[in-house]
């Protein structure tokens, strides 16, 4: 996979050199570090793990056009924090071309962009940006001379947005697999979740799922969201205990080797819905479930966030949320008070995968091998002014990933409860006693 992802790169760089740096540790308190996660374009063309690391791609050379600047094999430093790659398996292990010592970046560099008429370079790192500027600036005579040497810095940040739109087979397994663990925690979840529990106990229920896989972990920080707090889109406390009469709001995605899956449902703790509860949930599952029918390869995507205000206004009408003339309501954006987001996004190497969904001003058409997600919400604060009292607090949002396929889509985590009743069948098979609160 990495191998044709760099080869797709180099032909669209032609006589460009591009250099790619990782990762470097991000540091949490003091001397200690976060758990290191990849810079996704890099990882997406070398599949390498560590950090402090420089990817080279020079498709013009004529001895090596995958180079590697790695961290070099040092027994003290690993007893501390674990094996390196090191230079010589950089190549065995990963298919560099050549492979250097990170220390040996300034010496050996330049023959690698000593010819080429551009270089391809994302400002942002504090070490390099300075180097890249130095190339420019110091080529100028043999430019002028000589007539080569890079004369220009571009960002290659669009080819990846490009190339990262369609999955290839590989990509569309790991996302798949992602997918099928981050179901089996919300599932979970659903299962043992009750009244009297607190929201990260929730979340460590979910997290035990993600960890029993190799290499799982959360994607994003996980939202446990009961009561009032499912009304605020990026919650992440859960620290509150969920009560009787509660929804749950759970948005939580697992990443499985680079790749993400993101889920949210909305569900009763107490094991059924009450009666505004379900009115509003209804109409969410209603607009979610006919907004993935009109995935399929060439429907514009913006389409699908027309549609979706269309129909959640109409469904906010019909319950009572807005009072007014649909086409007058959406001209005044109203629905903005209960749905205050766009309707999905791309999801692969990132939860919110760089992708280019648009040229320009002009949206493009879903695809074969594209991934998006599809979640809808409605979010009634209880401070909300002009809502019928019976709504105040509650907050559903219904969320799936879809590949679009050759004959129209595939919902990957559709082994998750979200229709009412399946979802009280569910949580009624896993709770000795139900209470209601009406």
């Excluded at 759970?250 to 680079?258: T, W």
Aim: hydrophobic letters at 35%; a negative charge.
């Amino acid at each position: 996979m990495y191998k044709e992802n760099r080869n797709r790169f180099m032909e669209r760089i032609a006589d460009g050199v591009a250099i790619l740096p990782a990762h470097r540790l991000a540091t949490r308190s003091n001397n200690m570090s976060y758990k290191f996660r990849q810079n996704s374009n890099f990882y997406y063309l070398t599949g390498f793990p560590e950090p402090e690391a420089v990817c080279v791609l020079a498709p013009n050379h004529k001895k090596y056009q995958f180079i590697l600047f790695v961290l070099p094999k040092d027994k003290g430093a690993e007893t501390w924090d674990g094996k390196r790659v090191g230079v010589a398996n950089s190549v065995s292990d990963f298919g560099a071309d050549v492979a250097f010592p990170i220390n040996s970046f300034d010496e050996e560099i330049n023959q690698f962009v000593e010819d080429c008429s551009k270089i391809y370079y994302a400002f942002g790192d504090s070490t390099y940006d300075d180097k890249v500027v130095t190339f420019i600036t110091q080529n100028r005579r043999n430019r002028a001379s000589q007539g080569t040497g890079p004369k220009s810095i571009v960002d290659p940040t669009d080819i990846f947005a490009e190339m990262r739109l369609i999955k290839n087979g590989e990509e569309i397994k790991r996302v798949r697999r992602a997918a099928e663990i981050t179901a089996q925690a919300h599932i979970k979840a659903m299962e043992l979740t009750k009244p009297g529990i607190y929201e990260y106990q929730v979340e460590a229920m979910i997290d035990s799922v993600f960890r029993k896989v190799d290499d799982g972990y959360a994607g994003y920080n996980t939202i446990i969201a009961s009561g009032g707090n499912a009304t605020i889109l990026h919650y992440t406390d859960n620290n509150k205990q969920i009560e009787d009469g509660d929804l749950v709001l759970i948005d939580a995605g697992c990443e499985h080797r680079n790749y993400n899956g993101d889920v949210t449902r909305t569900f009763p703790a107490s094991g059924k819905f009450t009666e505004s509860q379900r009115v509003i949930y209804q109409v969410v599952l209603e607009v979610q479930m006919a907004l993935i029918q009109l995935i399929q390869p060439g429907t514009k995507i913006d389409k699908l966030n027309h549609i979706a205000i269309e129909l959640l206004t109409e469904g906010m009408i019909r319950i009572g949320l807005l009072n007014g003339k649909k086409d007058k309501l959406i001209e005044k954006r109203a629905y903005r008070k209960f749905y205050m987001h766009g309707i999905g996004h791309p999801i692969g190497l990132d939860v919110h995968d760089v992708c280019r969904i648009k040229d320009g001003e002009t949206f493009r058409t879903f695809q074969p091998g594209m991934i998006t997600t599809v979640e809808p919400g409605i979010y009634v604060a209880a401070d909300s002014e002009e809502v019928p009292d019976i709504f105040l607090g509650i907050g559903v949002r219904i969320e799936d990933d879809v590949l679009v396929t050759e004959e129209g889509h595939e919902v990957l985590t559709g082994s998750v409860p979200k229709k009412i009743e399946d979802i009280e069948n569910l949580m009624a098979n896993h709770m000795p006693s139900v209470s209601t609160n009406q």
